[in-house]
């Protein structure tokens, strides 16, 4: 079940006035983004060292300043090549912040011994990009 977008914004509003009845379940897997783009990854390869690193980045907009972002790598899956999952964790602020959509960059890194890899970007338990084939860089 998917909570309408007011109540989503009335648990966000709630939370930031520093509410302290729990929101249900469903808030606490939503993903408050408005939107997302300009998503790029790419594998950095080191040669000899038996160690690549994946780097994911995209461009998000929250409903708010203040939140804080992290882009973590999850589980990965099992496949040919094999599916490698980066979930974006957000932390709504803690006090007053401005009612105004803000842009942010996020960036996320992980080591990886492969160098052919899918990767895709979650948000709330949701798809939001997905790259069939991750180009590699020497």
Request: charged share 20%.
């Amino acid at each position: 079940m998917r909570l309408p977008s007011c109540l989503s914004r009335l648990f966000l509003v709630a939370a930031a006035a520093g509410a302290t009845f729990p929101p249900p379940a469903q808030a606490a897997e939503a993903c408050p983004i408005v939107s997302s783009r300009n998503w790029h990854a790419w594998i950095d390869r080191f040669p000899g060292k038996g160690v690549n690193r994946i780097v994911v980045t995209g461009r998000i907009a929250l409903p708010t300043a203040g939140y804080g972002w992290r882009l973590v790598k999850a589980g990965g899956l099992r496949g040919r090549p094999p599916l490698q999952e980066f979930r974006l964790e957000l932390v709504p602020p803690s006090g007053m912040a401005a009612e105004v959509i803000t842009e942010v960059d996020v960036r996320g890194e992980a080591k990886t011994p492969f160098s052919n890899l899918r990767v895709m970007v979650s948000c709330g338990g949701k798809r939001i990009a997905f790259f069939d084939q991750v180009v590699v860089t020497d």
